[in-house]
């Protein structure tokens, strides 16, 4: 069964770091587009983050630019969410998710992790 399983959630106080995983169950994963997305309480879910399969290219949402970066390691089938500058508004879930093709919108993504909290205190 496919997998993405994040990881590297927690509580960390306004202007902290932290630095998200997730790891893919199976090499077929290298080839995707994979996407980091938020929802944070009452919220929709929203895109933050994605990387093309060969690292060529990545977009960020306006809110995240310029605090967070995507990565990715394919030999490892594993991307990071490096989140840096962390606000009191950055506090949400955060999900991973592969897609196909280059994407903005979570519908386009087919395969979700389970995702992980992120609590940012002021």
């Known amino acids: 069964q496919v997998q993405l399983v994040e990881s590297g959630g927690g509580l960390v106080q306004a202007g902290g770091s932290l630095r998200l995983s997730c790891a893919a169950s199976?090499?077929?994963?290298?080839?995707?587009?994979m996407g980091w997305f938020r929802q944070a309480p009452g919220k929709e879910r929203e895109f933050v983050a994605v990387?093309?399969?060969?690292?060529?290219?990545?977009s960020y949402a306006d809110s995240v630019k310029g605090r967070f970066t995507i990565s990715r390691n394919n030999a490892g089938i594993t991307v990071y969410l490096q989140m840096n500058s962390l606000k009191p508004e950055d506090t949400a879930v955060y999900y991973c998710?592969?897609?196909?093709?280059?994407?903005?919108?979570?519908?386009?993504?087919?395969?979700w992790g389970q995702g992980t909290q992120v609590t940012v205190s002021s």
């Open positions: 199976e090499r077929t994963f290298t080839t995707y587009y």
């Open positions: 990387i093309s399969w060969d690292e060529g290219s990545t």
């Open positions: 998710a592969a897609s196909r093709s280059y994407a903005l919108r979570s519908h386009d993504y087919a395969y």
